[in-house]
């Protein structure tokens, strides 16, 4: 069966640092991933999607996240991170190759920021 | 353009009880999915209508019904309610079936509380 693995529930970085969040997905054939963020009171954004082609994807906001066949992972970055980019962020895989709208979400983490 | 609209925001009911909850979509979109979300977890996917049908359906018990409506509104519709319904009820909308091509745009969700 599907499934999304975020192994970090909860993530304290400083601003300005570098940050990576990482994401485990088992899927037969060649998954379709997504990135979102959630914030309080928000509904989830979407941050970036990989479908296919080159395997290093750009976001929004400064996110990237590169897609690792070999290692089943999504690990999405940021090289700056800024106090507004406290929040939580869910991998998502859509599986039947994204025909339909069903997305299996990992468990999220939550990334605090320190000033 | 108003998004993913979402009523109520907040509910409480109590156990036996039933429930309703609403979804406008993103202008231009005709596909309204439902996710359950509970604390501390990643979205679960309930149910996808288009075209004012169910099309696909996550692993819910016919508890949960909905219904969508000709201008591409949706209802979700909770019976017997228990109390580990309690959750963040996230309606996202797309243009298309095709969500995992199309961004699916989520609403901000309603807070279910089942006493």
């Known amino acids: 069966a599907q499934s999304v693995t975020q192994p970090d529930i909860h993530i304290t970085v400083s601003e300005g640092a570098s940050l990576e969040l990482r994401c485990n997905y088992s899927y037969g054939a060649t998954p379709y991933l997504f990135w979102y963020v959630q914030s309080p009171g928000q509904g989830l954004q979407l941050l970036l999607k990989y479908f296919s082609g080159d395997t290093l994807v750009q976001g929004i906001k400064g996110f990237e996240a590169e897609f690792k066949r070999s290692q089943s992972s999504f690990n999405l970055r940021k090289p700056s991170v800024h106090w507004s980019d406290a929040a939580e962020y869910f991998c998502?895989?859509?599986?039947?190759?994204?025909?339909?709208?069903?997305?299996?979400f990992g468990t999220g983490t939550l990334l605090a920021v320190q000033p | 353009d108003a998004g993913v609209t979402q009523s109520p925001t907040h509910l409480i009911k109590t156990r036996g009880q039933q429930v309703t909850l609403r979804c406008s979509p993103k202008?231009?979109?005709?596909?309204v999915s439902w996710y359950q979300q509970a604390l501390g977890q990643g979205p679960q996917f309930i149910f996808q209508?288009?075209?004012?049908?169910?099309?696909q359906r996550g692993n819910f018990p016919d508890r949960f019904s909905g219904h969508q409506f000709p201008n591409y509104s949706s209802e979700l519709n909770v019976n017997a309610l228990l109390l580990g319904d309690s959750a963040l009820y996230l309606c996202?909308?797309?243009?298309?079936?095709?969500?995992?091509?199309?961004?699916?745009?989520f609403g901000p969700g309603t807070r279910l509380t089942v006493l």
């Open positions: 998502a895989v859509a599986p039947n190759g994204g025909a339909t709208n069903k997305l299996i």
């Open positions: 996202a909308s797309s243009p298309g079936l095709a969500g995992g091509y199309n961004e699916q745009f």
């Open positions: 209508y288009y075209e004012e049908e169910e099309r």
């Open positions: 202008s231009g979109h005709d596909t």
